[in-house]
């Protein structure tokens, strides 16, 4: 069997490319996403000072910061583990 840019069982050609650009784009939404929670990270940090100590709207802060955290690290590895295939 040769090597042809239209026969998707040669490995090169189209289905490379396409494979690439998908990976691409997914690692281009997951920046995405990953920037929007960075941004949400920071709205919030909490400070004792700032908010007090056991109060709710530190409580909040607290618990938001928490699931924000652990989306990040979701994202993080999603991406490396796409760049690294």
Not at 2 to 20: D, E, I, R, V
Not at 37 to 61: N, P, Y
């Amino acid at each position: 069997m040769y090597a042809s840019p239209f026969n998707p069982l040669s490995g090169t050609g189209k289905t490379g490319t396409c494979l690439k650009l998908k990976k691409m784009t997914e690692i281009e939404t997951l920046k995405k996403k990953l920037a929007r929670i960075e941004a949400e990270l920071d709205k919030c940090r909490t400070s004792v000072l700032q908010d007090g100590w056991q109060t709710q709207r530190f409580a909040k802060k607290s618990r938001k910061w928490d699931y924000y955290a652990q989306e990040k690290m979701k994202l993080i590895a999603r991406i490396d583990e796409i760049e690294w295939k």
